[in-house]
């Protein structure tokens, strides 16, 4: 599976921004994704995910109310909607998938800065 992710920027505090991220190889849907993000001087941390069938999401705390995963099985996309954005949300953006339990499958990355 190759992920390819898009649509990152710049934006002001309290602006919207949303990011995608493109499937191909293996792009059967039976894969959960999520998207995680690498902030300047912090380790990568999860954002959010969805499952498979698309009937749950789970979120990081710190992004619960402003942001939103979902995903288009006849695209195999998967989104992130980001609303309220904090200079602290400034971050390189992965997409990835998971197989078999891991996170196995990732993306490129794409930048979002915040500006305050």
């Known amino acids: 599976v190759q992920l390819q992710a898009s649509g990152g920027g710049l934006v002001q505090s309290g602006g919207s921004l949303s990011v995608s991220c493109a499937a191909s190889g293996r792009t059967g849907s039976a894969y959960d994704m999520g998207w995680f993000r690498h902030c300047p001087g912090r380790e990568r941390e999860f954002v959010a995910a969805i499952s498979w069938h698309g009937g749950s999401t789970n979120y990081a705390d710190f992004v619960k109310g402003r942001f939103t995963i979902s995903r288009d099985y006849a695209k195999n996309a998967v989104y992130l909607q980001m609303n309220s954005l904090k200079p602290e949300d400034t971050a390189v953006y992965y997409c990835?998938?998971?197989?078999?339990?891991?996170?196995?499958?990732w993306g490129q990355g794409t930048l979002v800065t915040v500006s305050s």
């Open positions: 990835a998938a998971k197989y078999g339990g891991s996170w196995l499958y």
